[in-house]
């Protein structure tokens, strides 16, 4: 029996530490750490004692003997990846070799090095990665900080809620949420509540982890109109992010189209047809379920601009698509190139994983037919939303071997742009419009002493979970080597006095007995509705449930 890695691998390689045979990679050490779609034990090597598995905090590594039928296709995927790869590099020694035991970041400091103050704004995963370094490597207090009034960044309103097993990942992140160096300040807006300069001025160094939450605009007329938003803001509105309002998202239409093939785009596509009594096994937001189960969406449609070899999404995504019962998928076959894309794919190639699914030539001239399909639509682009105050369809290129024409219209009543996100400006921060990220060397904004970037603001909307970590151990190794050089600031002002300006200037604000609070409020009513949790949907619920205030919440 061996293990094998699944789905649901966030790649931030708690498990390569605990392997006592360096079967698992990329390493840390290796080029490629960061950049694969996840991590993958090498068959051949493993030696079925199963510390991975224990180690995993998404729970993604099984034996794969024991593999549900959903999961098959990875014991074949892992062994692929070490199909090319030579013992030489594994070996001890070995550019690519892991020390049993050892943690995969490390820390070397002075031993008169003094303790830090610093706050870390944004409590997703980078953010929470930052923290994590800090606190087990050294000395530093923290100051947790975000905008809304409660945790979990990305994992709480990013991560699909029929991924369960990733959102264990935020169980990792809260054991540091009631470390003894820990404070922490939900509800606070640096900008809003406190200028960056006061931050600054209370802590020796301050790191910005607010991710990349505006999307991307296609740049077509009618993209406006009413039944036109962007995938973000659905997938906060399926998330009960407080920002979004409830009926911010209408599904009586019976085909929606989704621009894009990346992994938001096919969350999108498989939230809108999965059977909402099996979403309501995870913790979709309760509006969002009562408009799925009251709605009409019977077809969703994937625009990709490039063939099936460009697709954004990656295979585990797919796989997941395959697998959705009682949903058909379909690929259009309008266009000659994706069918010859699909035959000519190797066996590692993304497009090889379509080379099973049905392809017709799909007749947009009517209503969709009967039952639930996601039609994957290559070699097409959106080029105007049609409607006079609403969406009532999509005008998109009909390919073809001359680069296609915008003869094609795809009725339907609600577009998703899945097209990518950029990061917003920060205030008091420098920002590069072009980018839409913060300007830093190794994390360190420029021309910003003592200030500092991690996850998206920094490096662009890239990578998941994991790749955070390594993000993360870059700034806070950047930090910690200005902190030794004596290049940070002297703060003015303590601990103390920080929390006093807080009190002053917002007196709503959440720490962390509170976020506890919320916790168990929204467990409780999860156990009323014979659910894990119903997530509080509004600022006001999740403040009440802070102050221990339940018979304030609705239900």
Same mark, same amino acid.
């Given at each position: 029996?061996?293990?094998?890695?699944?789905?649901?691998?966030?790649?931030?390689?708690?498990?390569?530490?605990?392997?006592?045979?360096?079967?698992?990679?990329?390493?840390?050490?290796?080029?490629?750490?960061?950049?694969?779609?996840?991590?993958?034990?090498?068959?051949?090597?493993?030696?079925?004692?199963?510390?991975?598995?224990?180690?995993?905090?998404?729970?993604?590594?099984?034996?794969?003997?024991?593999?549900?039928?959903?999961?098959?296709?990875?014991?074949?995927?892992?062994?692929?990846?070490?199909?090319?790869?030579?013992?030489?590099?594994? @070996?001890?020694?070995?550019?690519?070799?892991?020390?049993?035991?050892?943690?995969?970041?490390?820390?070397?400091? =002075?031993?008169?090095?003094?303790?830090?103050?610093?706050?870390?704004?944004?409590?997703?995963?980078?953010?929470?990665?930052?923290?994590?370094?800090?606190?087990?490597?050294?000395?530093?207090?923290?100051?947790?900080?975000?905008?809304?009034?409660?945790?979990?960044?990305?994992?709480?309103?990013?991560?699909?809620?029929?991924?369960?097993?990733?959102?264990?990942?935020?169980?990792?992140?809260?054991?540091?949420?009631?470390?003894?160096?820990?404070?922490?300040?939900?509800?606070?807006?640096?900008?809003?509540?406190?200028?960056?300069?006061?931050?600054?001025?209370?802590?020796?160094?301050?790191?910005?982890?607010?991710?990349?939450? @505006?999307?991307?605009?296609?740049?077509?007329?009618?993209?406006?109109?009413?039944?036109?938003?962007?995938?973000?803001?659905?997938?906060?509105?399926?998330?009960?992010?407080?920002?979004?309002?409830?009926?911010?998202?209408?599904?009586?239409?019976?085909?929606?189209?989704?621009?894009?093939?990346?992994?938001?785009?096919?969350?999108?596509?498989?939230?809108?047809?999965?059977? =909402?009594?099996?979403?309501?096994?995870?913790?979709?937001?309760?509006?969002?379920?009562?408009?799925?189960?009251?709605?009409?969406?019977?077809?969703?449609?994937?625009?990709?601009?490039?063939?099936?070899?460009?697709?954004?999404?990656?295979?585990?995504?797919?796989?997941?698509?395959?697998?959705?019962?009682?949903?058909?998928?379909?690929?259009?076959?309008?266009?000659?190139?994706?069918?010859?894309?699909?035959?000519?794919?190797?066996?590692?190639?993304?497009?090889?994983?379509?080379?099973?699914?049905?392809?017709?030539?799909?007749?947009?001239?009517? =209503?969709?037919?009967?039952?639930?399909?996601?039609?994957?639509?290559?070699?097409?682009?959106?080029?105007?939303?049609?409607?006079?105050?609403?969406?009532?369809?999509?005008?998109?290129?009909?390919?073809?071997?001359?680069?296609?024409?915008?003869?094609?219209?795809? =009725?339907?009543?609600?577009?998703?742009?899945?097209?990518?996100?950029?990061?917003?400006?920060?205030?008091?921060?420098?920002?590069?419009?072009?980018?839409?990220?913060?300007?830093?060397?190794?994390?360190?904004?420029?021309?910003?002493?003592?200030?500092?970037?991690?996850?998206?603001?920094?490096?662009?909307?890239?990578?998941?979970?994991?790749?955070?970590?390594?993000?993360?151990?870059?700034?806070?190794?950047?930090?910690?080597?200005?902190?030794?050089?004596?290049?940070?600031?002297?703060?003015?002002?303590?601990?103390?006095?920080?929390?006093?300006?807080?009190?002053?200037?917002?007196?709503?604000?959440?720490?962390?007995?509170?976020?506890?609070?919320?916790?168990?409020?929204?467990?409780?009513?999860?156990?009323?509705?014979?659910?894990?949790?119903?997530?509080?949907?509004?600022?006001?619920?999740?403040?009440?449930?802070?102050?221990?205030?339940?018979?304030?919440?609705?239900?």
């Amino acid at each position: 029996m061996t293990y094998a890695i699944t789905q649901t691998c966030c790649s931030d390689a708690t498990c390569v530490s605990v392997c006592p045979v360096n079967c698992i990679h990329p390493t840390p050490e290796e080029p490629d750490f960061g950049r694969t779609e996840m991590l993958y034990i090498d068959p051949k090597s493993c030696i079925d004692c199963g510390a991975c598995a224990d180690a995993c905090p998404v729970e993604a590594v099984f034996p794969v003997d024991s593999l549900p039928a959903a999961q098959q296709e990875y014991g074949p995927l892992n062994a692929a990846y070490f199909a090319d790869r030579g013992d030489a590099e594994k @070996a001890p020694g070995g550019p690519n070799f892991h020390v049993w035991g050892e943690p995969v970041f490390t820390r070397s400091l =002075p031993s008169d090095f003094a303790p830090l103050r610093v706050a870390v704004v944004g409590t997703g995963p980078a953010g929470m990665y930052a923290a994590e370094d800090l606190l087990l490597h050294t000395s530093a207090e923290v100051t947790l900080i975000d905008r809304l009034p409660v945790a979990g960044g990305l994992i709480r309103y990013g991560v699909a809620p029929d991924h369960l097993s990733t959102k264990k990942a935020g169980d990792t992140f809260a054991r540091f949420h009631t470390h003894p160096r820990v404070r922490m300040h939900l509800g606070l807006e640096v900008g809003r509540d406190i200028t960056p300069e006061e931050l600054g001025a209370h802590h020796d160094a301050v790191i910005y982890a607010v991710g990349a939450s @505006a999307g991307r605009r296609l740049g077509i007329p009618g993209e406006d109109l009413t039944g036109s938003i962007c995938a973000t803001t659905f997938v906060s509105w399926y998330n009960a992010h407080p920002e979004i309002a409830p009926d911010a998202v209408d599904l009586s239409a019976e085909r929606v189209v989704v621009v894009g093939t990346g992994n938001v785009a096919l969350d999108a596509a498989r939230i809108l047809v999965s059977d =909402p009594d099996a979403l309501a096994a995870g913790d979709i937001a309760g509006h969002a379920l009562d408009a799925l189960r009251a709605g009409s969406v019977r077809e969703v449609v994937l625009l990709g601009r490039r063939g099936p070899e460009d697709a954004a999404y990656t295979r585990s995504e797919l796989l997941a698509l395959k697998h959705l019962d009682g949903v058909d998928l379909v690929v259009d076959d309008h266009d000659p190139r994706t069918g010859a894309a699909i035959d000519a794919a190797g066996p590692g190639d993304r497009a090889a994983l379509l080379r099973d699914v049905p392809r017709e030539a799909v007749d947009w001239s009517g =209503p969709p037919r009967q039952g639930r399909r996601i039609v994957f639509r290559f070699h097409s682009a959106p080029v105007e939303a049609l409607g006079d105050t609403g969406l009532s369809g999509v005008r998109v290129t009909d390919g073809g071997t001359d680069g296609g024409t915008d003869g094609r219209e795809i =009725p339907a009543g609600l577009l998703l742009r899945a097209v990518g996100q950029r990061g917003l400006p920060v205030t008091g921060l420098p920002f590069d419009e072009a980018t839409g990220t913060v300007p830093h060397e190794g994390g360190r904004v420029t021309g910003r002493p003592g200030t500092y970037v991690v996850g998206w603001i920094k490096r662009g909307p890239s990578g998941g979970i994991g790749a955070n970590r390594t993000c993360a151990a870059e700034t806070v190794g950047t930090l910690l080597d200005d902190a030794v050089g004596g290049q940070l600031p002297a703060p003015h002002h303590g601990a103390k006095a920080f929390q006093r300006l807080v009190r002053r200037r917002n007196r709503r604000v959440v720490d962390a007995r509170g976020l506890a609070e919320i916790d168990r409020a929204e467990r409780a009513l999860g156990l009323r509705d014979g659910r894990p949790r119903v997530k509080l949907a509004t600022v006001p619920e999740l403040v009440a449930a802070a102050r221990g205030s339940r018979r304030r919440i609705p239900g």
